[in-house]
């Protein structure tokens, strides 16, 4: 059996009071939906996003590079950027009137839509592969989760959670179903954040890729705000996963137009590359649209190296970062390396804390 943990270590959410009288609002069942909804959105703007964006300058010196940007997504209250989706798809159930939300994870986002729920008031389902193991499962059932769990890969258990929440008309959060737009739009936000601070868009956007759907809305956002002229370009988007472990980084570089699963017995789990590793990216051919259209660039990354360039962004820049979460900025580097970037703008998006 795997001993396997995903990503963040337990991030003791604390909620404030306001989150807490927000909340006591939204499940306030005799205030109108309307209301409700306004509460939890409330809570959203207060607790999701407008995440910090830095000149990492000590990393410029190391690496001849100027102008590299760091867009810590650690900073949401879970410690990931999933809690952007998160909230997104429970607000999302919490208006249509759902009273359980569903999903299967490995352990991040979990935690996201589980404390997401818990302030809405919604139930939520929780189903993990029999396989996995996550410090975050106390984490779930803190914020009263169910927890699931069910035979075989990551894969299918998304595939068999899907089709019991059709079946009992649960609120299906799983990637690549009825809310992939819903979560694309979440990511977009990322892109309006970026171009607030910068005015304008960046050259590269660097990116960690799992399923896909994180680099597909940030790449969406910034076509956005391109085509209302915005923006005088749109970046283009460096992707780096798992070594070999990850169809969107090997359909790229085989030259694939489409996503391509890669064959299961392929897959060797590690405890670094765990949160990025698919046979299948629920998204894969969004995420890969957006590399290809934009000009961009694909890189399988190794463990060793993820593990360096987390040990190195703590000594460098006091970033606390989960090693998966710098394997969109080592294929930027890398990039440089190959052929050094003239002075412009580049940002990495590192996605967990650790």
């Known amino acids: 059996m795997n001993n396997l943990l995903d990503g963040v270590k337990t991030a003791d959410i604390k909620i404030t009071k306001e989150v807490t009288h927000l909340s006591e609002m939204v ?11 306004e509460s939890f959105e409330d809570i959203i703007s207060l607790e999701i996003g407008d995440t910090s964006l830095n000149r990492a300058r000590n990393l410029e010196r190391e690496l001849s590079i100027r102008q590299l940007f760091i867009k810590y997504e650690g900073e949401n209250p879970s410690g990931t950027q999933k809690d952007r989706i998160a909230f997104a798809q429970v607000r999302d159930a919490l208006r249509r009137k759902f009273h359980i939300i569903s999903l299967a994870t490995c352990g991040n986002y979990g935690v996201a839509v589980a404390y997401a729920a818990y302030l809405a008031g919604i139930h939520c389902k929780i189903f993990i592969p029999e396989s996995y193991h996550t ?20 894969e299918d258990t998304v595939t068999a959670s899907s089709k ?33 601070t910068l005015r304008d868009a960046p050259k590269y956007i660097a990116s960690p890729v799992s399923n896909g759907t994180l680099i597909a809305g940030v790449y969406r956002g910034f076509v956005n705000l391109y ?15 798992a070594a070999h472990q990850n169809p969107i980084i090997s359909s790229f570089r085989a030259g694939y137009d489409t996503c391509v699963d890669i064959d299961p017995k392929m897959i060797k789990e590690t405890l670094v590359n765990e949160p990025l590793i698919n046979w299948h990216s629920f998204d894969g051919n969004e995420a890969l649209y957006a590399i290809r259209q934009s000009g961009g660039e694909a890189s399988h990354i190794s463990d060793n190296k993820m593990k360096e360039m987390s040990t190195f962004l703590h000594k460098k820049e006091g970033y606390r970062i989960l090693p998966a979460s710098t394997a969109g900025l080592i294929a930027l580097i890398h990039m440089h390396e190959v052929k050094e970037m003239i002075n412009d703008r580049y940002v990495a998006i590192l996605t967990g804390k650790y």
């Open 135 to 154: 410090e975050r499962i106390k984490e779930m059932e803190a914020f009263d989760a169910e927890i699931i769990r069910l035979p075989g890969t990551y």
């Open 27 to 37: 499940k306030d069942k005799s205030l109108s939906l309307v209301d409700r909804v």
């Open 164 to 196: 019991m929440a059709l079946e009992h008309r649960w609120y299906d959060a799983n990637p690549g179903g009825a809310n992939t737009s819903l979560q694309i739009s979440a990511y977009a936000e990322i892109a309006n954040e970026i171009y607030d």
């Open 227 to 241: 085509k209302r002229g915005k923006t005088s370009r749109i970046p283009k988007f460096i992707a780096g996963s």
